[in-house]
Antibody
Framework: EVQLVESGGGLVKPGGSLRLSCAAS????????MSWVRQAPGKGLEWVGR??????????DYAAPVKGRFTISRDDSKNTLYLEMNSLKTEDTAVYYC???????????WGQGTLVTVSS | DIVMTQSPLSLPVTLGQPASISCISS???????????LNWFQQRPGQSPRRLIY???NRDSGVPDRFSGSGSGTDFTLKISRVEAEDVGVYYC??????????FGQGTKLEIK
């Protein structure tokens, strides 16, 4: 059974930092392109960024609102995806989901999400 | 960025009746490999999104056959042949052709009349 389990969310002050993790199981994580998607309270879905597999160069892409502040990385030895968030703003408040396969694959999986609240 | 425009944004439907959601993209979603990466997601209240349809018209595993997707180029549609109570939620289209970034529609809230 495929599982994606996010963790690391919480309350942080504006300008602060937070690191989210997504533990993956039930599929070959090493080969997977992984993404983060967020959803502000009562709002729609917003793609945050993506990391390719190591064999595809492990390159990353980011949405404009987070570029330069957020960094996506992966540890294939731990089957874990990360989202390092710096210089957080109140508008970064959202549930953050990790997902794989959602854009082009025949199989798509989402985690349950983790809530990040940026407030003073 | 590709803009995905959904309509309607609110969709009250009687149980057992059909429903249809439109999604229009600002550019053609045909990729260089010949595929069209237009996907549909369902998000039930309090749950994570779940993909229903990929590449315009392919149902994901476990998705009831009352859900169908169609369209081409820039114009796409999600249809539910007979709405059931469990279909209540928000539906999003998403393009995976032009990246970065992948982009979602605004969402269509389906409710039972």
């Amino acid at each position: 059974e495929v599982q994606l389990v996010e963790s690391g969310g919480g309350l942080v002050k504006p300008g602060g930092s937070l690191r989210l993790s997504c533990a993956a199981s039930g599929f070959t994580f090493t080969n997977a392109w992984m993404s983060w998607v967020r959803q502000a309270p009562g709002k729609g879905l917003e793609w945050v960024g993506r990391i390719k597999s190591k064999t595809d160069g492990e390159t990353t892409d980011y949405a404009a609102p987070v570029k330069g502040r957020f960094t996506i990385s992966r540890d294939d030895s731990k089957n874990t995806l990360y989202l390092e968030m710096n210089s957080l703003k109140t508008e970064d408040t959202a549930v953050y989901y990790c997902t794989t396969g959602s854009t082009r694959s025949s199989r798509a999986f989402w985690g349950q999400g983790t809530l990040v609240t940026v407030s003073s | 960025d590709i803009v995905m425009t959904q309509s309607p944004l609110s969709l009250p439907v009687t149980l057992g009746q059909p429903a249809s959601i439109s999604c229009i993209s600002s550019q053609s979603l045909v990729y260089s490999d010949g595929n069209t990466y237009l996907n549909w997601f369902q998000q039930r209240p309090g749950q994570s999104p779940r993909r229903l349809i990929y590449k315009v018209s392919n149902r994901d595993s476990g998705v009831p056959d009352r859900f169908s997707g169609s369209g081409s180029g820039t114009d796409f549609t999600l249809k539910i042949s007979r709405v059931e109570a469990e279909d209540v939620g928000v539906y999003y289209c998403m393009q995976g052709t032009h990246w970065p970034p992948y982009t979602f529609g605004q969402g269509t809230k389906l409710e039972i009349k």
